[in-house]
């Protein structure tokens, strides 16, 4: 997924994995899996809790304009702290 990197200013792609979180606008998203190891179809939970598929995310926030901002990446993040 795209999406602004606060830790460089910038935009970049990241790897989503299980646990990951995300705003737009505000809104907080949590990344899911169905499987307690992360391995599987990743689907996206908001503030109210819908479900959708990342790619269902993606592009409805691609027609908007609009451009995530990660707030916590397990994936990249993970052996830093």
């Known amino acids: 997924m795209m999406a602004f990197d606060p830790r460089s200013g910038e935009v970049r792609d990241f790897d989503l994995c299980q646990g990951d979180v995300f705003q737009v606008h505000q809104r907080p998203f949590l990344v899911t899996c169905p499987r307690d190891d992360g391995r599987g179809p990743l689907s996206v ?3 109210y809790g819908r479900v959708r598929s990342v790619d ?25 702290s």
């Open 56 to 80: 269902e995310c993606e592009a409805e926030w691609r027609t908007r304009g609009v451009v995530p901002e990660m707030v916590r990446h397990i994936g990249a993040w993970r052996f830093e």
């Open 45 to 47: 939970v908001d503030e």
